[in-house]
Each structure stands twice: as structure tokens, then as C-alpha cells.
């Protein structure tokens, strides 16, 4: 899978993924990041989890807002802005 920008590809090995990661949420703010892969990318995101010592999970049907927005209008929750 090569389109042509770095954010289509998987990155390489985990401290190119971290940094890719990391962009989506900097400076306090909050992030979500979200992995397309391939199946032939498998074996190198196994390799970056195992590198990382964790988990990356598939994306579960509905996406809590809490975990990349704060204070979103609608979002409810924790996330809900005060009046």
C-alpha cells in the first residue's frame, strides 16, 4: 500500500509509528489514531506491537468521544461542555 503520502503507509518499525502516532494528539491536546493496514502489512504491525509491548486493537464499532475530544459540543459525558 503506497498512496502517495506518508500517512497511507504503515510505518516501518515502532519508533517511526510512534512518531506518526504521536501527531494526533500534541501538546495536551487529545488524539485519535486510526491504522489502515493491508494484509501483507500484518507481520510488521505484529512486530511494532511486540516492539511497543502492546496491543493494537481493531477500531470497536463505536468510538467513545471522550477519547479524542474534549469539551465537543454534543459529545456528552465527560466531554460535554459546561454552560
Given at each position: 500500500m503506497r498512496w502517495?503520502?506518508?500517512a497511507i503507509v504503515l510505518p516501518p518499525d515502532s519508533a517511526?509509528?510512534?512518531h506518526r502516532i504521536g501527531r494526533?494528539?500534541?501538546?495536551g491536546h487529545l488524539g485519535l489514531a486510526i491504522n489502515l493496514i493491508t494484509y501483507?502489512?500484518?507481520i510488521n504491525l505484529?512486530?511494532?506491537e511486540?516492539?511497543?509491548s502492546t496491543e493494537i486493537k481493531p477500531i470497536p464499532p463505536i468510538v467513545?468521544?471522550?477519547?479524542?475530544c474534549r469539551a465537543c459540543p454534543g459529545a456528552g459525558g465527560a466531554g460535554e461542555a459546561s454552560a
Amino acid at each position: 500500500m503506497r498512496w502517495g503520502r506518508n500517512a497511507i503507509v504503515l510505518p516501518p518499525d515502532s519508533a517511526a509509528y510512534l512518531h506518526r502516532i504521536g501527531r494526533a494528539g500534541r501538546f495536551g491536546h487529545l488524539g485519535l489514531a486510526i491504522n489502515l493496514i493491508t494484509y501483507d502489512d500484518r507481520i510488521n504491525l505484529y512486530r511494532i506491537e511486540q516492539e511497543l509491548s502492546t496491543e493494537i486493537k481493531p477500531i470497536p464499532p463505536i468510538v467513545d468521544r471522550d477519547l479524542y475530544c474534549r469539551a465537543c459540543p454534543g459529545a456528552g459525558g465527560a466531554g460535554e461542555a459546561s454552560a
